[in-house]
């Protein structure tokens, strides 16, 4: 009897090592969970658009700015003056152009006296009351007028093209001038601020990084035999390595990773690894999980923090 018992005891054990391993390896292998996990935001690095010394830095770093807060001032003096010049360029250019409209009255108004000339003195030539020559004169008055109204005309081409230029350079130093003043184009936080007042700021440098408030999401990294019990709209239960706990959803499914087995070769031809390993990792797919709004803590989420999140069915 005691032996039975014992033959049973370890049946049911063997029985429920095998169903407890079944249950263990589906849901390490299977279930929709994982511990690769990050907290994502999206981060705006500001840059200066002109050149110059930094004249007010009006953020610390960590602080939360609202979008179009003013962040940094560049030295405005240098683009002032700039402004300044291009108003006057604009003056002497319309000027210019006033004196070729004028040109081409007086130059009218002459080709018209010319030809009123010509015309009387073609009707005496008719009558031989004078010369062929003196008719001759008259008509190359006529040419001579009629090549100055041309050139007048030309010219106030061209002076008008010099106060179209002139506009424009006028717009371009005004718009460098607002650039000198830099503002946030979201609401967020500054973070790791490097740049102190009285750095020079080259064109293009970036000046600081301000990471949307707005933008935070959950980043999950599963493993691919996972990826047919993830739908996009499921719901998530995310757990933050420091403690929080709170809810998402399955917002979208990446639709391609690096292949690192098959490198572009020469020509751009595939250049595949010709060595084959026997044990093969499931490739990581990440997944994005949009945090649930009314979340209460949303505000002290913190990016690149780790996060473990299980997708429910």
């Given at each position: 009897?005691?032996?039975?018992?014992?033959?049973?005891?370890?049946?049911?054990?063997?029985?429920?090592?095998?169903?407890?391993?079944?249950?263990?390896?589906?849901?390490?292998?299977?279930?929709p969970?994982?511990?690769?996990?990050?907290?994502?935001?999206?981060?705006?690095?500001?840059s200066?658009?002109?050149?110059?010394?930094?004249v007010?830095?009006?953020?610390?770093?960590?602080?939360?700015?609202?979008?179009?807060?003013?962040?940094?001032?560049?030295?405005?003096?240098?683009?002032?003056?700039?402004?300044?010049?291009?108003?006057?360029?604009?003056?002497?250019?319309?000027?210019?152009?006033?004196?070729?409209?004028?040109?081409?009255?007086?130059?009218?108004?002459?080709?018209?006296?010319?030809?009123?000339?010509?015309?009387?003195?073609?009707?005496?030539?008719q009558?031989?009351a004078?010369?062929?020559?003196?008719?001759?004169?008259?008509?190359?008055?006529?040419?001579?007028?009629?090549?100055?109204?041309?050139?007048?005309?030309?010219?106030?081409?061209?002076?008008?093209?010099?106060?179209?230029?002139?506009?424009?350079?006028l717009?371009?130093?005004e718009?460098?001038?607002?650039?000198?003043?830099?503002?946030?184009?979201?609401?967020?936080?500054?973070?790791?601020?490097?740049?102190?007042?009285?750095?020079?700021?080259?064109?293009?440098?970036?000046?600081?990084?301000?990471?949307?408030?707005s933008?935070?999401?959950?980043?999950?990294?599963?493993?691919?035999?996972?990826?047919?019990?993830?739908?996009?709209?499921?719901?998530?239960?995310?757990?933050?390595?420091?403690?929080?706990?709170?809810?998402?959803?399955?917002?979208?499914?990446?639709?391609?990773?690096?292949?690192?087995?098959?490198?572009?070769?020469?020509?751009?031809?595939?250049?595949?690894?010709?060595?084959?390993?026997?044990?093969?990792?499931?490739?990581?797919?990440?997944v994005?999980?949009?945090?649930?709004?009314?979340?209460?803590?949303?505000?002290?989420?913190?990016?690149?923090?780790?996060?473990?999140?299980?997708?429910?069915?």
């Amino acid at each position: 009897m005691k032996k039975f018992v014992a033959q049973a005891s370890t049946l049911v054990i063997v029985a429920l090592a095998l169903i407890l391993g079944w249950f263990a390896w589906e849901h390490y292998t299977r279930a929709p969970w994982t511990r690769d996990a990050r907290v994502r935001a999206d981060v705006v690095t500001l840059s200066a658009d002109v050149a110059g010394r930094i004249v007010a830095l009006r953020v610390a770093d960590n602080q939360h700015v609202e979008k179009g807060e003013l962040l940094l001032e560049i030295d405005p003096d240098r683009y002032a003056l700039a402004v300044e010049h291009a108003r006057r360029a604009i003056e002497v250019a319309r000027a210019s152009e006033g004196l070729a409209q004028a040109a081409i009255i007086a130059s009218q108004a002459s080709l018209k006296q010319r030809q009123s000339e010509e015309l009387r003195r073609r009707t005496l030539k008719q009558t031989a009351a004078i010369s062929g020559e003196e008719w001759e004169k008259a008509s190359t008055d006529v040419a001579v007028a009629q090549a100055e109204l041309m050139r007048g005309q030309a010219n106030l081409s061209l002076a008008s093209a010099n106060v179209q230029l002139a506009t424009a350079a006028l717009t371009q130093a005004e718009l460098d001038l607002q650039r000198t003043r830099i503002y946030a184009p979201v609401s967020g936080y500054v973070t790791n601020l490097l740049t102190r007042q009285g750095d020079y700021a080259s064109a293009g440098g970036p000046l600081l990084a301000l990471v949307d408030s707005s933008s935070f999401y959950v980043s999950g990294y599963f493993e691919e035999t996972k990826l047919p019990r993830i739908q996009i709209g499921n719901s998530v239960q995310i757990a933050l390595m420091s403690g929080e706990h709170f809810e998402g959803k399955v917002q979208s499914i990446a639709y391609a990773i690096t292949d690192r087995e098959n490198a572009p070769g020469s020509r751009l031809l595939a250049n595949v690894n010709p060595s084959y390993t026997w044990v093969k990792l499931a490739q990581r797919i990440p997944v994005r999980i949009e945090i649930d709004p009314g979340y209460a803590g949303k505000d002290n989420l913190r990016a690149g923090t780790t996060a473990t999140v299980t997708v429910r069915q």
